[in-house]
């Protein structure tokens, strides 16, 4: 066990809806990621919060946003959904910014039908 | 920006054979090397990481070394089990220290 978790674990939803992601980081990490793996695809990094604020930017879609709360729990929100955005979502946690471990949650599966 | 390159994308070898896998980078900048492995259905584990300052490391059946002036650096596996079956990422920082990474690699170990 990692020590991030993530909720839920399954999440079935039709095309045009909206869904919320959740992620806990591990006890004093201050940094979190999210990354979206299509099926038998690499790790796409979406977006970096770093103790609330946005620390940076990769290949995240519009309809797609995060936030950071105080108590560093994160929400990935992905609205309008399309069939493409079926994947595993995950969210990683690091003590800092960078040249940090990143330790990684157990995944949320999507599906949209 | 940095890009990391992993080859081969594929990997299948015998059961007690060695494996290689190696990566490119392109920002002479980067600093911080991990390895991390994904098996089927599971979440990234951080297996091996290294620093710009040191050549190699190993732990166990596990190696990883550096070569900053060509910038490369290769994942080494030696006495492959089955268990060693999984996909392999490599990442380098870029000059943000954000992690770029690599596309994967799927090792196969045959019995």
């Known amino acids: 066990d990692s020590g991030v978790t993530q909720t839920p674990k399954h999440l079935i939803t039709a095309t045009g809806q909206r869904v919320t992601l959740r992620c806990s980081p591990r006890s004093g990490d201050l940094s979190v990621y999210w990354y979206q793996q299509s099926l038998d695809q690499g790790l796409q990094f979406l977006i970096q919060y770093y103790n609330g604020e946005e620390r940076a930017k990769g290949n995240i879609l519009e309809r797609f946003s995060a936030q950071q709360f105080p108590d560093l729990h994160s929400e990935l929100n992905l609205s309008s959904l399309e069939l493409g955005d079926s994947a595993l979502y995950f969210c990683?946690?690091?003590?800092?910014?960078?040249?940090?471990?990143?330790?990684f949650g157990a995944g949320t599966r999507l599906s949209v039908l | 920006g940095e890009n990391v390159e992993q080859h081969p994308s594929t990997l299948s070898v015998q059961e007690g054979d060695s494996a290689v896998i190696k990566c490119t980078y392109s920002d002479s900048a980067s600093n911080y090397f991990p390895w991390y492995k994904q098996e089927l259905g599971k979440r990234p584990q951080l297996i091996i990481d290294?620093?710009?300052n040191v050549g190699e490391k190993k732990d166990q059946r596990i190696a990883v070394t550096l070569n900053k002036t060509a910038k490369h650096f290769s994942l080494h596996i030696t006495e492959t089990q089955p268990e060693d079956s999984a996909v392999y990422f490599c990442?380098?920082?870029?000059?943000?220290?954000?992690?770029?990474w690599g596309a994967g690699t799927k090792l196969i170990i045959k019995p």
């Open positions: 990683a946690s690091s003590l800092g910014t960078s040249g940090n471990i990143q330790y």
């Open positions: 290294i620093r710009s």
């Open positions: 990442a380098a920082t870029d000059s943000n220290y954000q992690l770029i």
